[in-house]
């Protein structure tokens, strides 16, 4: 069992004229490498129609359909992150019912309201009710605002799941970009750390001694499998832990970490 | 035969980095099934004088023939020329220059006397685009990447330059390819550590445009985990053939010393 906990597909409304065969590209890497199931999202319309990291409702909204329609057709291996924009909260609020009820299993954030402004509170606050995890899109290190998104990184996501501890977060791509450092050393905190965190992974960064700086900060109950863009470094880092890790922790990270923050009933071993 | 063209050993100077040490590059060439591994010494990448760390990985390098050693060259400093004469000694496959990380021109009148008198010592220049995400480097690494324009300039610099490019993506490959005449890029080899695998076509688009015999295995090791690389060929289950030629064929068939 191999759980993506970040992936993305494609529609006919993204700039992606290749979306077809990204998305089938994507469902035959996970098979070779034994995903069992792809978690994704699609941000909106991926910039075609409206920013990537802010997405408009209507494209929200084309976006969660599309996702919804993967799901149907690959019951097997794709589940659904509704994608919502927090500055819009009804039609947030609203999107997440409607994906929710329609068997996503849960919320994603990306770039459009930073971590620390009350506009997530609404939204979080539904996911603790509805008992589903948040992935949010981290920049491992903000310096300063970067054009196209209004990022956060991991210390302002810290400072979030701090305000919602009976929230799941899943810190995305820790090799996505940006300094991993700096988000460690957030999760790992003071007396405590901040144990509603969770490390996606994922992302295109395969520096050596970044997965034993994970373990080193979260330990292999709070690490997760991903890849988002690039498979082929997500099983990289898989290959990599297969030798630092016994199995049983192996299987952690594999699946059992993101069965356990998912709803039950999310995956087959449910 | 599994060759890796861009390996290092020795401390980095911003992050701590595992694997760093002879033994620990040896571990991981047996744990990802590399034979053999073109090596660089990585501290002196940094230091003002970067030939000064050529000796000690002479002498690292000496007793495991699966490691070669590629020396340091830097063409603003006195005595350089007498690195490729060693280099030929001690059969190294390579040189390695890194112009940019010791505050030269990339482009420039030292770099392309370099550039001219490696193609007349039948050595190949190897050079790297970067060695880390621009996104994550230390608040104070702020030497510039290498830009595309001085690998053409480069290669067109001499007629017998041989240049190979680590750490480069798939643009810039393309902007260097399709900007050289097919005789200039017939003496450029890219390794693939940098370039995105399945489910992206990156590489297997490279592949197909811009030819198999240009494309070297290379990982960035131990800066990067090699698995990556191997898992990106594994992924695009090239033919036999092809899987071979960029393991080991290409640097057997154009890039002998």
Known sequence: ?270 | MRVDVNAFVGAYPYRRLPGASVEGLLHAMERTGIDVAWVSHLPSVFWRDPMAGNAWLFQATASSPQLRPVPAVHPGLAGWERVLGEAADRGAPAVRCDPLYYGIDAAGPEMRVLAAACGAARRPLVVAVRLEDGRQRHVNDRVPELAAAAVRALIRSDEDVRLVITHADRGFVEEVHFGSTPEEAARLWWDVSWIWGPPEDQLETLLGTIGVDRFVFGTGQPLRIPESSVAKLDLLELPPGQRAAIESGNLAQGLAA
């Open chain 1, 1 to 270: 069992m191999l759980i993506d906990v970040h992936a993305h597909f494609y529609h006919d409304r993204t700039p992606r004229a290749d979306w077809r065969e990204r998305n089938a590209s994507r469902l035959e890497a996970g098979r070779k490498i034994g995903i069992t199931i792809h978690v994704a999202s699609i941000l909106g319309s991926f910039g075609r129609t409206s920013p990537t990291y802010f997405p408009s409702p209507p494209d929200l909204e084309y976006g969660n359909d599309a996702l919804l329609a993967l799901a149907h057709d690959h019951p097997d291996a794709v589940r659904g992150y509704v994608t919502v924009n927090p500055n819009y909260t009804a039609h947030a609020c609203a999107e997440i019912a409607r994906c929710l009820g329609a068997g996503m299993v849960g919320i994603k954030l990306a770039a459009s309201r930073r971590a620390t402004d009350a506009l997530l509170d609404p939204i979080c606050e539904v996911a603790a009710k509805r008992g589903v995890p948040v992935l949010h899109h981290v920049w491992q290190h903000r310096r300063h605002d970067w054009p196209g998104q209004e990022a956060s990184d991991g210390a302002e996501l810290c400072a979030l799941a701090a305000r919602h501890p009976k929230v799941r977060f899943i810190l995305a791509h820790i090799g996505g970009g940006g300094d991993w450092q700096h988000s460690l050393a957030a999760i790992r905190g003071g007396p405590g750390g901040v144990p509603n965190v969770y490390i996606d992974l994922s992302g295109s960064g395969v520096d050596g001694g970044m997965l034993e700086a994970c373990l080193d900060a979260a330990g292999p109950e709070r690490l997760l499998f991903g890849t988002d863009l690039t498979i082929d470094t997500g099983w990289a880092k898989l290959r990599y832990l297969e030798r630092l890790l016994p199995p049983r922790e192996l299987e952690l990270v594999m699946w059992r970490n993101a069965a356990s923050i998912f709803p039950r009933g999310a995956f087959p071993a449910d």
